[in-house]
C-alpha cells in the first residue's frame, strides 16, 4: 500500500514539534493532535491513540518529578518547587516574543527566579536559595530531556502508524 503524502507531511510536523519542546512550548500535545487528526482519518488505531496520550500525560508527569527531585535534593521545599514551576511558566510567556529561543531562556529565567524568590522569602537566606534555585534549574534541563525522549518515542510510534496505514 502506498503511503499517502498528507502521512509524510503528518509526520515532518510532528518532527518540527519536537523542536518546540526544548523552548518550553507544548510539542507533545501537539503531536498528540495530529495523530487525533490521524484517528479521525483512520490512519492511526484508537488504541496506539490512546497510548501517545498515555504517553504525553507521562512527560508531563516525568518534569513535575525531575523538577522536585532535583529542587529537594539541593535544599529546595514543596513551596519552592511551586515557585519554580509558576515563576518557569511565567518567563515562558514573556519570553516568547523573543524569536527562536526567547520562550527557552525565559523558563530557565523565571524557573530560576520563582525558585529563589519563594525560597528567599521563605528562610531570608540568599545562599540557600541560590542553591535551590540550582536545583531546579537542573531539574527543568532534566525534564527538557526527558520530554525530548518520550517525543521521539511518540513520533516513533505515531509516525509508524501513519506511514504504515
Do not use: C, D
Not at 34 to 46: D, K
Request: without cysteine.
Amino acid at each position: 500500500m502506498e503511503t499517502s503524502a498528507l502521512a509524510w507531511i503528518a509526520v515532518a510536523a510532528m518532527i518540527a514539534s519536537l523542536l518546540l519542546i526544548p523552548l518550553g512550548l507544548p510539542g507533545i500535545w501537539v503531536m498528540i493532535a495530529i495523530l487525533l487528526l490521524g484517528v479521525f482519518g483512520g490512519l492511526v488505531s484508537p488504541w496506539i491513540f490512546l497510548l501517545i496520550v498515555g504517553l504525553g500525560g507521562f512527560a508531563e508527569f516525568l518534569e513535575f518529578v525531575a523538577v522536585g527531585r532535583m529542587t529537594s535534593r539541593y535544599g529546595g521545599t514543596n513551596r519552592t518547587f511551586w515557585g519554580a514551576l509558576v515563576g518557569g511558566l511565567i518567563g515562558a510567556l514573556v519570553g516568547t516574543p523573543v524569536p527562536v529561543a526567547g520562550s527557552l531562556v525565559g523558563a530557565l529565567i523565571g524557573t530560576v527566579g520563582g525558585a529563589f524568590f519563594v525560597t528567599w522569602h521563605q528562610t531570608g537566606h540568599a545562599a540557600g536559595s541560590a542553591r535551590a534555585s540550582w536545583g531546579a534549574l537542573l531539574g527543568r534541563a532534566v525534564a527538557i530531556g526527558l520530554k525530548v525522549f518520550v517525543g521521539l518515542v511518540i513520533i516513533a510510534i505515531g509516525g509508524a502508524s501513519l506511514l504504515l496505514a
